[in-house]
C-alpha cells in the first residue's frame, strides 16, 4: 500500500472516530451525572428530569460506541440522521414547552452540531 493511501484510509477512520469519542464522552456524562449536567446546563431554570437525561445519555453512548467499533459508512449516515432527527424534535420541545427551552435549545444544538461534524468527518474521510 502506498504511503498516501495508507493515510487516506487513516483518515478515513480517525475523523469519525474522534467525533464519536467526544460525543460518547458527553452522553457518558448525560448518563452518570445528570443532575449535575442538568444543572450547569439549565442555570437556574427549570430542569429536566434526570431519567430523561440518563435516556438521552444512554443514546448518545450507544450511537457513538457503534461507530467507534464499525466505522462504516451506514452506521455513520444513521448516527447522523438520528442525530438530526433529534435536533429537530427539540425545536418543537423548545417552542411548544417554553419551561424546558433552556435545556431544549442545548440538547437540540449539541446533537445539530454532532450531526454537522459526524456528516463531514464521514465525507472528508471518503
Known amino acids: ?11 478515513r477512520r480517525v475523523l469519525p472516530r474522534l467525533v464519536s ?5 458527553w452522553g457518558a456524562a448525560l448518563l452518570l451525572r445528570p443532575a449535575e449536567v442538568n444543572r450547569a446546563v ?9 431519567w430523561v437525561t440518563q435516556v438521552l445519555g444512554a443514546r ?12 462504516t ?7 447522523v440522521t438520528v442525530d438530526a432527527l433529534h435536533a429537530l424534535s427539540m425545536v418543537a420541545v423548545a417552542v411548544g414547552s417554553p419551561a424546558y427551552r433552556r435545556s431544549a435549545v442545548v440538547s437540540g444544538g449539541t446533537s445539530a ?5 459526524a456528516a463531514a468527518a464521514a465525507q472528508a474521510g471518503r
Open 1 to 11: 500500500m502506498s504511503g498516501t493511501a495508507h493515510r487516506r484510509r487513516t483518515r
Open 21 to 25: 469519542t467526544v460525543f460518547a464522552g
Open 42 to 50: 439549565c442555570a437556574g431554570r427549570r430542569e429536566p428530569p434526570t
Open 60 to 71: 448518545l453512548v450507544v450511537q457513538h460506541v457503534a461507530v467507534l467499533v464499525r466505522p
Open 73 to 79: 459508512r451506514g452506521v455513520e449516515l444513521t448516527g
Open 113 to 117: 452540531a454532532a450531526a454537522v461534524l
